[in-house]
């Protein structure tokens, strides 16, 4: 199976000076969802900027990052960040335009898609995260479930091979949560979600790492990991309540 | 206070004229009335008859326009008044007035016939350069995320504010303008970062 996602010595200072990541490694295989866990400040929004080259603010000449095999430098930046589909954590961050369709086609146009190819793109995203029709709709007046799903549709316009998601489920109503989990289970490809919905995580995750300091402390499957009501107290975590009553061996 | 706006409002000969038409039309409008004279006259009839018969038409709402015009009465009257200052200001400070209404109306007009992203979409076909286009579409974009955020702000001061002294009201005011400044500029920040993710350069 070849590697989606691969780190290698990951360093990074905020500006003002503080170390949020510190010699990072860690690997995403094809086809493979990867939890990204840790307590607030671990630095787990840190690490994703970096999959789609938002941070480092210069990219490096000596790569940390590579995407696919291909590294990411200042060269190969917008040739790999079309690759990684990033989900920010607040929707109305993400979606810019004052109509869905607009805004589903910003990635595609900035790669030079018009016309009626355009539009079908847009209504197949659309369709694809069950918002058929929504393309004159305005972004403030959708809900934050539907907000969502116009961000994902957004990204996967831009047709990626690794997709980058920031606390997906925060704010959504436990149907809202439902949909959009059983919506990310049926899309292909490598997967990083950085969250706090353990359940979530036990769910679409086969794969775990936990952040904390900015560095890896643990990683493994994810069941046993987030079996370890020791290690995970010890981060910040808990032992998630859907493993409470789950057998041990299945 | 929000106009209510039923479908069939919407469903005018204006509204659903072409979008270019409009907007050409309502350039040409505004280009028009400000080369009128600098003292009312007669030709003054013509733009405000344009506008009537346009208003009637398209039934904009009496408070659609008070509710816009609102804002931006100190500004004109501001600088209508300053013509007073000039030796026979009156006339001038009369066709100031009634130019700058006249003009406001127009745009009013558009924006009430004319749904946004149809503007834009025309501008963008005219090639009006894409940094100005992607500033309107932002702004409109986040004027209603600015002002819920505003409310928010507003409600959870009030929720801890046990005093009606007019002082406190205006203290408050000064702190969420300043923290409504600081969360825009972090929201910019964010928003330039999705920006870029999508493929913005």
Known sequence: MSVAVEIRSLSYRYPHGGLALENLALSVNDGECLGVLGPNGAGKSTLLLHLNGLLPEHPPKEPSVWIGGEPLTAKTLDAVRQRVGLLFQDPDDQLISATVFEDVAFGPRQLGVEGPYLRSLVASCLGQVGLRGFEERAPHHLSHGEKRRVCLAGVLACKPTVLVLDEPTSDLDPRGRREFKALLQSLPGAKLIATHDLELVVDLCSRVVILDGGKVVAEGPTVPLLSDEALMLKHGLEKPHILLHRHPHG | MRVPVTEADRRTPLHRAPAAFKLAGALGMVAGTALLPRRLDALYCAPAAVVVLAWLTCRMPLAYAGRRLLPVEPLILGVALLTLARPSGAPVFLSTVVKSHLCLLTMFLLTWTTPFPETLQVLRRLRV???????????????????EETIRMQRARASRTFTRRRGA??????AIIGQLFVRTADRAERIYLAMCARGWK
Do not use: D, K, S
């Open chain 2, 169 to 174: 009201a205006w203290h408050n005011l000064a």
């Open chain 2, 129 to 147: 350069p894409a940094v100005m286009l992607t500033t309107l579409a932002l702004m409109v974009r986040y004027l209603p995320v600015l002002a």
